[in-house]
């Protein structure tokens, strides 16, 4: 399988674009016309072809474009990426998973040689070709998490579990909604997730926890969650929120289409097995509302979802300012028809 | 959660190590690895005793890092449900059976600066895996380890040769006793403690622990609760609208799935709150014998963990 | 003097509790300020505990208010610090000498608790089993999300980060591993607009 990967950039010019393929391969998380918090877990066991939930890591054209822009975040913080000292097993763990998962799924671009603890991995995209020892850190440029996350899409929260709980001892995180790993790090499932307005009260939080306890080798799970970005700025952490934050005033009825984009995160969870941990990696996924709309259904239901989104959830998510204007480029799209149900294209 | 994903294997080796344990090896049929684990886990073993299946778990004792085979202990009960009587008496070497994926519900606090292990019996188990985990890392452990006489003191002769400084026996039959006050004390900051054995050692363990002034958070531990044989009773699960009933030898669970119905399982030992099941009418009496629910769940009859409780009266109506 | 009653928050937000003796074989006090009412209050209830105990005080503002009353009590040590980056080497040698069986006790300031708290953690000990009460100030440790640092004593909202300058708002975001709460640039939508700085709670 070949992907063509981009080269774009994420910040300053912003040359960002979706192909078409990847246009239609976007995962819309509405599936109906409003959207309230859900405890909407369902197992990480593959999906349609082509589609983002086929492969464990899904790699897409935007592959080696994401990794220079990480590369990037982590030379000016390197404070994104973090790993206290007993976390050190399940870095390990993960750094297997992503490489037995990824060399298995994209045969043509990622390889894994392993004889004892003598292993070597090949990144063709990324033309990296690095012969180590599995376990021996002094071996590899980076820590295990480090390393392999370095290579792989998407945030990554490595979860220890503890007393009925998870705790946030490890992490990989440069292309965040607006939450920082330095603050964060070692406290527990509870307590990262304190500002989410409504849902602790909503019990969401009591019964995902119980669910991703009992979370097992072998049978992953997945969710999807969402918010809205100006441009196709991956690093909209808190960090540089002095930065970027004024971007949200550069919006204007002409350029909306362009610059406003849906973010949707794909969340997966896999226990981790040496370490009984949990990895919890974060992909996230941008789309711009003018190739939004390209798709009619997917048009007709984000305006109601946006028109109806309850103002602490989208004062939350950043963009109540900007609501007005979003409403008004997407009304044209609804024709007040009824949509069918499901998250998939008609 | 059912349970978690099978693995069909063989038994490869065999060891009877004394009057009451039998040491089982396995390895898999298709020659593939088996997945790693972290010490303390389990695997649950199915074993087909004519129409009768039963999943017992038991803890893995080999090194998680070798993938080539796990290894088991199974300490004959002649007054149980027939389990590890099935075990001692019925399997053999080259016998195919399934397993399931580690599963770790005793699992080591990475971030303790040493790991005290109390253990009893049989339940040396868990620490075995555990002290090979924390040899590779050179972890800090102590192992203080009571049994009724050296005869029966599985493993103790390997442990004391493998790791002299770290390993007390102490033989209940020689009035060995674990001094425990004076364990306890002068034990550094960052300790915690690990206790797998029989009830009566366990609660002693912890409350001595908690009077000295040792947290909760640092100290663990596992009981190998094996669901207790009673009054055989009926049961009647609403949403698959069956009848089934529960044989003397046969735990509520097991009857459960059984009948074809699944419930969610982990530990099948009264501890991870897996199968916690409501009730909908009941008219009689419940046995609880689980470490799940709270003092008042147990008193609403709201409730019931059947991989180990039972229940006597007229009638019991579950949401299954 | 009862400690102030903070209204109910956010998960991460702290809540502190009331002390309270426990079995141990040692106990380890850790106070500023007003704290010392709560140490003086548990151990008039209780005489042995006191002799067990090693208490470090730093008075801050109430000077010698409780000083004498600490002193009456006859504590097994009592350590008066004039601030508390200076007892921070007594306490993590006190922690250097402990063994299982330690009790924790953390009266005062949130700052004080929080860094307290990060000491006992560091040196093995879970915060679940720590103790805190929280006496006086209502004055908070924040973190400037932006550059990192630790600006002390905040309580107007918004704030000028005290490092790189920028105003910051006050969020009830706490971190157990900082010992403080995040502030977050308050004009990154709109430069230049600030509005008035209120009291926290008021």
């Given amino acids: 399988m070949t992907i063509q990967f981009n080269d774009e950039s994420f910040r300053g010019d912003y040359t960002f674009t979706n192909s078409d393929h990847a246009i239609k391969r976007f995962p819309f998380p509405f599936h109906e016309d409003s959207y309230m918090y859900a405890v909407n877990m369902e197992q990480h066991q593959g999906g349609p072809t082509g589609s983002i939930y086929e492969k464990r890591f899904d790699v897409d054209e935007h592959y080696v474009s994401e990794m220079y822009d990480r590369k990037l975040v982590l030379a000016e913080d390197p404070l994104r990426c973090q790993s206290l000292p007993h976390m050190v097993m399940a870095g390990w763990d993960l750094l297997e998973l992503i490489m037995v998962s990824k060399s298995e799924d994209y045969p043509d671009l990622f390889e894994l040689h392993r004889d004892g603890t003598n292993w070597r991995w090949v990144n063709k995209p990324l033309s990296i070709d690095q012969s180590f020892i599995f376990l021996d850190e002094t071996s590899l440029p980076y820590g295990p998490m480090e390393y392999i996350t370095r290579q792989t899409q998407g945030d990554f929260c ?163 300012d900007n609501r007005p204007m979003i409403l008004d480029y997407l009304a044209p799209f609804d024709d007040g028809q009824p949509t069918s149900d499901g998250v998939w294209p008609d | 959660m059912i349970g978690s994903t099978k693995i069909n294997v063989i038994v490869s080796q065999i060891k009877v190590l004394n009057d009451l344990v039998t040491c089982f090896e396995f390895k898999t049929t298709n020659g593939d690895l088996l997945p790693t684990f972290s010490g303390g886990a389990h695997t649950i073993v199915e074993m087909q005793d004519g129409v009768v299946l039963r999943l017992n778990p038991y803890s893995i004792m080999s090194d998680p890092f070798d993938q080539t085979r796990y290894t088991i202990s199974v300490r004959r009960d002649d007054q149980g449900r027939g389990g590890s009587l099935f075990m001692h008496t019925k399997v053999k070497v080259g016998d195919e059976m399934v397993i399931s994926y580690p599963v770790n519900l005793f699992s080591l606090d990475l971030r303790a600066r040493k790991h005290l292990f109390i253990a009893g019996g049989i339940g040396i188990t868990p620490f075995l895996a555990q002290i090979k985990q924390l040899e590779r890392s050179n972890g800090y452990w102590e192992l203080h380890y009571s049994t009724r006489r050296p ?57 001595e622990a908690t009077d000295f002034g040792w947290p909760d958070e640092a100290i663990h531990f596992e009981e190998f609760l094996a669901p207790i044989p009673g009054k055989p009773f009926q049961a009647k699960l609403e949403i698959s609208d069956k009848v089934i009933n529960v044989g003397e030898l046969q735990s509520l669970l097991e009857a459960v799935e059984l009948a074809g119905v699944k419930a969610p399982y982990l530990c099948r030992g009264g501890a991870c709150g897996q199968c916690e099941t409501s009730v909908i009418e009941y008219d009689g009496k419940f046995i609880h014998r689980d470490h799940w629910l709270t003092d008042d769940e147990k008193a609403s009859g709201l409730k019931i963990m059947p991989c180990v409780s039972r229940f006597e009266g007229k009638k019991l109506v579950l949401d299954r | 003097m009862v400690g102030f009653k903070f209204p109910e928050s956010i998960k991460s937000r702290p809540v502190y509790g009331t002390l309270f003796v426990k079995p141990g074989v040692d106990h380890l006090i850790i106070a500023d300020g007003e704290g010392a009412e709560a140490i003086i209050r548990l151990a ?143 004009d990154a939508e709109d430069p230049g607009n600030i509005p008035e700085a209120v009291e926290l709670y008021k």
Avoid at chain 2, 155 to 171: M, R
Avoid at chain 3, 99 to 114: R, S
């Fill in chain 1, 158 to 320: 490595i979860l220890d579990q503890r007393n009925d709980n998870l705790w946030m001892d490890a992490g990989m995180v440069t292309t965040q909604a607006d939450w920082s790993l330095d603050f964060d790090i070692g406290m527990n499932f509870f307590e990262w997730h304190a500002p989410v307005p409504k849902a602790h009260e909503m019990g969401i939080f009591v019964r995902a926890l119980k669910f991703l306890l009992s979370i097992q080798q072998g049978t992953p799970a997945r969710r999807l969650n969402w918010t809205m970005t100006v441009n196709p700025l991956l690093d909209t952490s808190p960090e540089n929120y002095h930065k970027w934050g004024v971007q949200k005033r550069t919006l204007t009825p002409e350029n909306i289409g362009q610059k406003q984009y849906l973010r949707v995160e794909l969340q997966t969870f896999f226990r981790l097995p040496r370490s009984n941990a949990l990895v919890f990696p974060i992909r996230c996924y941008l789309i711009n509302l003018e190739d939004l709309v390209s798709v009619p259904k997917w048009a007709r239901r984000l305006h109601r979802v946006i028109r109806d989104l309850p103002i602490e959830l989208a004062t939350y998510k950043g963009f109540i």
């Fill in chain 3, 44 to 186: 008039k209830l209780n005489n042995q505990w006191i002799e067990k105990s090693h208490i470090i005080y730093i008075p801050k503002h109430t000077k010698t208010t409780f000083v004498d009353q600490l002193k009456e009590l006859m504590p097994g040590q009592l350590y008066l610090g004039p601030s508390y980056p200076a007892s921070v080497s007594r306490i993590r040698q006190a922690l250097n000498n402990a063994k299982m069986g330690l009790q924790v006790y953390l009266a005062g300031t949130e700052g004080l608790i929080g860094q307290a708290q990060n000491e006992c953690m560091s040196s093995g000990v879970p915060h679940t089993a720590i103790q805190t009460e929280h006496c006086g100030s209502i004055a908070r440790r924040m973190q400037c999300v932006h550059c990192k640092g630790i600006t002390e004593d905040v309580i107007m909202d918004p704030f000028i980060c005290k490092h790189c300058g920028l105003s910051l708002f006050i969020r009830d975001h706490y971190s157990r591993r900082l010992a403080a709460f995040q502030g977050v640039c308050i």
């Fill in chain 2, 151 to 207: 005869a029966l003191g599985t493993f103790v002769e390997e442990l004391l040769e493998k790791y002299p400084h770290k390993v007390s026996p102490y033989y209940d039959e020689a009035d060995q006793r674990i001094e425990l006050t004076s364990l306890l004390s002068g034990q550094p900051l960052g300790t915690h403690i690990y206790i797998c054995g029989p009830k009566g050692m366990i609660d002693w363990v912890r409350q």
